[in-house]
């Protein structure tokens, strides 16, 4: 089991988190999409500065100083479970989104110099993309190598599960 989460005032954070359901999520432009709607209102609510915001297949990594440094777990609770309600109610899917604890340290001063403050502008801009309206995806294994869900309207059952290997 782990221990308590280090937590101080006016610090940055390190943050890693990753999505456990073995789908490349964060390569469907949808699915980004969605979860700057849901970085947006995160911002709303807590206020916080972030820094190298990244985005690969199943992983989110970034650097956050929050306004009040002790709510980095409620931030990141909020981003989590609001993210993960809306991708299931999209999909139709009821099942865990993200995989365990998300990792924190506490950095000793600023984050890298490579790590370049998000534009929020351009996620503002993106979080406005219209994103499809179909409320289940098929995931084939052509999809998986070119991170593209193609929508099938005729895919109706609830709760479908995603496949966990290749056909046959």
């Given amino acids: 089991m782990k221990g308590p989460r280090e937590l101080a005032e006016n610090v940055w954070y390190e943050v890693r988190t990753e999505i456990n359901v073995g789908e490349p999520l964060f390569r469907l432009a949808w699915a980004v999409t969605l979860f700057y709607r849901v970085l947006i209102e995160t911002k709303a609510k807590y206020g916080f500065e972030m820094r190298g915001l990244a985005l690969d297949g199943t992983r989110l990594a970034f650097f956050i100083k929050p306004a009040n440094g002790l709510e980095l777990p409620k931030i990141m609770q909020w981003l989590k479970q ?20 998300y990792w924190s340290e506490i950095l000793a001063g600023e984050p890298p110099p490579e790590a370049e403050e998000v534009d929020w502008e351009a996620v503002v801009a993106e979080a406005k993309t219209p994103i499809p309206e179909v409320k289940a ?32």
């Fill in 137 to 168: 995806y098929a995931l084939s294994w052509d999809s998986l190598r070119t991170g593209v869900w193609e929508a099938k309207t005729s895919f109706s059952p609830k709760n479908q599960p995603f496949p966990t290997s290749p056909p046959g």
């Fill in 82 to 101: 609001t993210f993960s309600l809306r991708f299931n109610v999209r999909t139709g899917r009821k099942a865990h989104l993200w995989g365990e604890r």
